[in-house]
C-alpha cells in the first residue's frame, strides 16, 4: 500500500519569504500525487496534482510542486508567501483510480 | 470555490436527536465520499459510494448511515452521536475513471457538535 509522509508539522516562515513544504511518498511504481489546503474553518482546496509529464507542476495562488523520483518527494514551493497562506497543507497519494492516503499535514504559520 | 455544497455548515445536536447533513455535487462525477476531520488532522474516510452503491464503508459505526439518493446526492443521517462524534464532516465527490486519476473535490465541510 502506498504511504505519505510530511516531516514538517509546522513551519513558520515571514512575509514575503519563500516556502518548501516536504511530501515523500512509498511506493514501487509512479503515484499519482496532490497537494490541498485547508484554510480554517475550510474544507479542502486541490493546489495542484501531478499524474504524469513535465515534473514541474504550475498550480493555484502562485504554487507550484516538484516531482523528483529519485528522491520519492513531491514538494510544494512558492517563492513569496503571503499572510493568507497561513493554513494546513495536505499531501495526497494515489494509484490508478484508489482513493488518495492523506499525510498528516504540515501547518504554515506566517508572521508579518 | 467549490462546486460540492454541503449542508448545513454548522449543526448542534443532542445525543438522542437525528438529523442529517446534504451533499450535492454537479460536476458528474460518479464517485462520493464521506470524510470525517478532526482538528489539525488528516480527513478519514468514512463511506464511498460508486455508481450510487456503497462501495466502501470504514468500519464506521452504525449511527452514522449513509444514502445516495442519486448520481449528484448524498445523505449521512445521525442518530444517537456522542460527544466524540462531534467534528468536521466533508464531503467529495471524483470522476471514479480509472484512465483518469482519482482526483478528490471537497465540499466545505459541515461542522459537527454533539452536546
Known amino acids: 500500500a502506498q504511504s505519505v509522509t510530511q516531516p514538517d508539522i509546522h513551519i513558520t516562515v515571514s512575509e514575503g519569504a519563500s516556502l518548501e513544504l516536504r511530501c515523500n511518498y512509498s511506493y514501487g511504481a509512479t503515484p499519482y500525487l496532490f497537494w490541498y489546503v485547508q484554510s480554517p474553518g475550510q474544507g479542502l482546496q486541490l493546489l495542484l496534482k501531478y499524474f504524469s509529464g513535465d515534473t514541474l507542476v504550475q498550480g493555484i495562488k502562485g504554487f507550484e510542486a516538484e516531482f523528483k523520483r529519485s528522491q520519492s518527494s513531491f514538494n510544494l514551493r512558492k517563492p513569496s508567501v503571503h499572510w493568507s497562506d497561513a493554513a494546513e497543507y495536505f499531501c495526497a497519494v494515489g494509484v490508478g483510480s484508489y482513493i488518495p492516503t492523506f499525510g498528516r499535514g504540515t501547518s504554515l504559520i506566517v508572521h508579518p | 470555490d467549490t462546486e460540492v455544497t454541503q449542508t448545513p455548515k454548522h449543526l448542534v445536536m443532542g445525543m438522542t436527536n437525528k438529523k442529517s447533513l446534504k451533499c450535492e455535487q454537479h460536476?458528474?462525477?460518479?464517485?462520493m465520499y464521506w470524510y470525517k476531520q478532526k482538528a489539525k488532522k488528516p480527513p478519514e474516510l468514512m463511506f464511498v459510494y460508486s455508481y450510487e452503491k456503497l462501495s466502501i464503508n470504514e468500519s464506521v459505526p452504525s449511527r452514522f448511515s449513509p444514502e445516495c439518493p442519486n448520481s449528484s446526492l448524498l445523505n449521512l443521517h445521525l442518530h444517537a452521536l456522542q460527544p466524540e462524534d462531534s467534528a468536521l464532516y466533508l464531503c467529495?465527490?471524483?470522476?471514479?475513471?480509472?484512465?483518469?486519476?482519482?482526483?478528490?473535490?471537497f465540499g466545505e465541510g459541515s461542522w459537527l457538535t454533539v452536546v
Open positions: 460536476m458528474g462525477h460518479r464517485a
Open positions: 467529495a465527490s471524483s470522476h471514479g475513471d480509472r484512465t483518469r486519476g482519482n482526483t478528490i473535490y
